[in-house]
């Protein structure tokens, strides 16, 4: 099995940065792809970015690009990395990893609890 928890959402205005974080742990070694999803209220959730994990390969939708960045390191850890933000970004992100590279919800097989993001106009 493998555990994901995320870390460092907030409040923020409109124009304000954070950076999310995600750790994983258990059995890393199978992954594919780290990802990360957002859940605003009323909708569905729906991709955000995702990193395949052995060439770093990076995707984004298009209401992120230019705006955030994801990474990971060494010890399996995630980030993502969210500049210029605006309330339309405002929703529970979630972390994700895949055995596989999709930016289908319904192909990761583990998730975070999720960490809210409040962006105020």
């Known amino acids: 099995q493998v555990q994901l928890v995320e870390s460092g959402g907030g409040l923020v205005q409109a124009g304000g940065s954070l950076r999310l974080s995600c750790a994983a742990s258990?059995?890393?070694?199978?992954?594919?792809?780290m990802g990360w999803f957002r859940q605003a209220p009323g909708k569905e959730r729906e991709f955000v970015a995702a990193?395949?994990?052995?060439?770093?390969?990076t995707y984004y939708s298009d209401s992120v690009k230019g705006r955030f960045t994801i990474s990971r390191d060494r010890d399996m850890n995630t980030y993502l990395q969210m500049n210029s933000l605006k309330p339309e970004d405002t929703a529970v992100y979630y972390c994700?990893?895949?055995?596989?590279?999709?930016?289908?919800?319904?192909?990761?097989?583990?998730w975070g609890q999720g960490t809210q993001v409040t962006v105020s106009s």
């Open positions: 994700a990893a895949s055995r596989q590279y999709s930016s289908s919800s319904s192909a990761y097989d583990y």
């Open positions: 258990g059995r890393t070694a199978i992954l594919y792809t």
């Open positions: 990193i395949n994990i052995p060439y770093g390969t």
